[in-house]
Each structure stands twice: as C-alpha cells, then as structure tokens.
C-alpha cells in the first residue's frame, strides 16, 4: 500500500546533539512538508519541498535543516540551534503544492 | 489564507450524528474548505473539501452556506473510533505566493460518547 513512513515513532536525544528524522513516501508525490506540533496547539510549518533538489523555509524553519536529494525521502535535522526541540514532528505529501495532503504517523521527539 | 474559527470542544452520543460547524466570514472565491481530522498521536487524515456545493463521501457530509462563510461537516452515525480533533481550513486551490499552504487551527475536539 502507497503510504508516508516516519522513523522512529519515538526518539530521545541529550541536549545539544543533532537529530535527523526519517521521512519516505511511495505515492510519487512531488511536494512534501514537515510540521511541528505542541501539546494542545496546531500545526506549524517547518520546511516543504516543492520538488527533488528544492525546498523552502516555512513559518518556524530556525534550527532546522532538510535536504531532498530524492523523490521519495524529505529527512528533518533537528539542530542543536533550536531552542525547544521537543515536540510532534508530522511529515506531509501531496501531488502537487495545491493538492489534499497526505501525513505520515509521526514522530515524537524528546531532548533531555 | 482565511481564518477559521471553530469552537474548541463537542460532545455526540454514539450513533448520533455530529455536525461541526466552521466560521469562515472572510473567505475568497477561489478559496476551498478542507476538513481533517487528527486521532490523538497520529497524523492528521484528510476527510472531505468542497468549494460552494455540498459534498458527501463514505466519512462524511459537507454542507456550505450560499454565502460560503460558514460550513459543517457531518458525521452522520458516530462512532467511538471517530473522538479526534477536527480542523477546518481553507485554502485556495491554484495560487501563487504562499496560498498552497494548509494552516492548520486548534480544531475542535470530539467527543463521541458510549
């Protein structure tokens, strides 16, 4: 089944250490997105990739980095930079930047 | 893109319908009503999006004012398994500048009681 995988549903990380989250699709969707997410809040936007070789900051992108050298993968770095890196983290994908989008389950980050 | 506003909390008996309302007083033409729905730790899921005519699907119904401000989407039988958060969003469908982006609310949360 065509799907959004992210890995690992869960993650702990010391305090200053780097972080890079998982992201891969099989729908053959061109634009991807990452989310954060915080207890009781909604969705913010991160980065999205419209497509292979481009990607654009989103609303919160300080402290983060992503690359997309595939079609098929968006990996989220979580930097040292960010100040409160304990979240949700939600990727997305849809056809094209005007389509319905499709999530992934998730992956819930915790820094110590 | 157009602000929403949803009320925080429902409450719906199980098999009743639920009918979640959404104010959009400041919506463009070009602009569609998205619903998504988020079970607690899992990612959002897509139900249902319409323009200015009342769509149905196997999840659900969405009915759009005639003056396209306000919208509600119905779960016509609930069950247990449908206790989420519900988003409202609009978003325009072909549109430059940053209109390609699903802003997602707080949503309002359901509780389908047994």
């Known amino acids: 089944d065509g799907g959004i995988t992210q890995s690992p549903k869960y993650l702990f990380r010391k305090e200053g250490q780097n972080v890079t989250l998982s992201c891969e699709q099989n729908l053959n969707h061109d634009a991807m997105y990452w989310y954060r997410q915080d207890p009781g809040q909604g969705l913010r936007l991160i980065y999205y990739?419209?497509?292979?070789?481009?990607?654009q900051k989103g609303d919160i992108a300080e402290g983060y980095s992503v690359s997309r050298e595939k079609k098929e993968s968006f990996p989220l770095t979580v930097t040292s930079a960010q100040k409160n890196p304990t979240a949700f983290y939600l990727c997305?994908?849809?056809?094209?930047?005007?389509?319905?989008?499709?999530f992934g389950s998730g992956t819930r980050l915790t820094v110590v | 893109d157009a602000k929403t506003t949803q009320p925080p909390s429902m409450d719906c008996a199980e098999g009743r319908a639920a009918n979640l309302p959404c104010n959009h007083s400041?919506?463009?033409?070009?602009?569609?009503v998205y619903w998504y729905r988020q079970i607690h730790s899992q990612g959002p899921q897509y139900i249902i999006h319409?323009?200015?005519n009342n769509e149905t699907n196997e999840m659900a119904s969405l009915i759009i004012t005639e003056d396209r401000k306000s919208s509600t989407l119905i779960l016509p039988h609930a069950t247990l398994r449908d206790t989420a958060v519900y988003y409202c969003i609009v978003r325009a469908q072909n549109s430059g500048g940053s209109n390609y982006k699903l802003t997602f609310g707080k949503g309002t949360l359901l509780t389908v009681n047994p």
């Open positions: 400041t919506i463009s033409g070009n602009e569609y």
């Open positions: 990739s419209q497509i292979v070789n481009d990607f």
């Open positions: 319409g323009l200015k």
């Open positions: 997305a994908s849809s056809a094209t930047l005007y389509y319905g989008y499709t």
